[in-house]
């Protein structure tokens, strides 16, 4: 034990020995330094020199800001809103035979544009033949016994006139007239009535549009106004698309639409790339949907080479109004703040003026601005970060 200690002992003194040595060393060195001659500057004082003049370079250039300027435009802005709206056929009906029986025949093709009359299919038409045949030869033979009966009425009234028989054969007489004459009536309903059940089992387009996909094949047995029916018919010439927009837009679009202002309406697809078609404003619900906030629009398009199509997801824009000359700016320039929105300008001493500016319709990346602001000003659009009022600045292209 007592040796491992004398070896500590002597491990301290060694350091402690070498740390004087180092010390002493550097402090002749320092007195060396300072001792030296200022005819004779040293080495080292010429290479201190040189980054104390670029240090001063450096702080100019900080206190000169890199900007990038625009100017304000003159051309025509819209004023747009936007909303994810359905594709949706101007009119659509469920073809459905009026009559029971047995289907004889189609004359449709799957996809096949039809117009309005144009035959469809045909039920089997005996059933409704013997139908309408029984109601005549019921008409008839009611017919000729109100003929018969008319006669023996004038018959009996010339004898009532010569006093030949009683008033009262007269008058039951007329009676039965009357009643056949009601017979008659009710028969020739009941023949119309079998003419119409008739002519239902020839089933015809009720509009023209374009048939889907049939329902029910020929030999089927289907019953009148079934609920799937026997083929839907869309019509996708002209076509309409359902769209909602937001209640603080009503203000401006009511007025308008219901004075009878035409309201344009453009719908883009799905990437809001494309325009796919162009169309105006044709319907607006009467009431705000209170579980959205929003009012239902429906706009109406040719659709002449058939970009829409039922239920397709579309986007649709309705322009609210368009300013043919309007002073507009490109967003990335304004600045907002609590008091209002606000630019950065470059005036002739290449100093910065800030500017608040009064603006109006936003739309595609642009600002309109309708005052503060002339198409003369260079307006900073980049370097905005590190500027205020009275900055020096550096315009770059």
Known sequence: MRKYLLLLLIAILGFGYYFFIVSSRDNNTSSSDTNTSPNKPSTQMNNTAKPTTQRGRGANNFQRSLVKIVYAEEKPIQEVVSSLGTVIPSQSVIVNSQV?????AIFFEEGQYVKKGDLLAKIDPRTYQAALDQAKGSLAENQARLVNARQDLKRYQTLYKQDSIARQQVDTQQALVRQ???SSVNLQAAVE??????NYTDIVAPIDGRVGLRKVDVGNLIAANSTDGLVLITQNQPIDVSFSVPEIYIAKLAAPFYQGKSLAVSILNKENATILAEGVLVSMDNQVDTTTGSVKLKARFDNHDYQLFPNQF???KIILQQVDDAIVL???AIQYSDAGAYVYIVQEDNTIKTQTVQTGIVNEGYT????GLSLTDKVVIEGLDRLRSGSTVEIVP
């Not at 009535?193 to 008739?198: D, P, T």
């Open 180 to 182: 056949y004459e009601g």
């Open 330 to 332: 490109s967003n990335d």
């Open 314 to 316: 579309v986007n649709a």
């Open 100 to 104: 029971g029986g047995v289907l004889q």
């Open 368 to 371: 309109q601005i309708l005052s």
């Open 193 to 198: 009535q079998a003419q119409i059940n008739l």
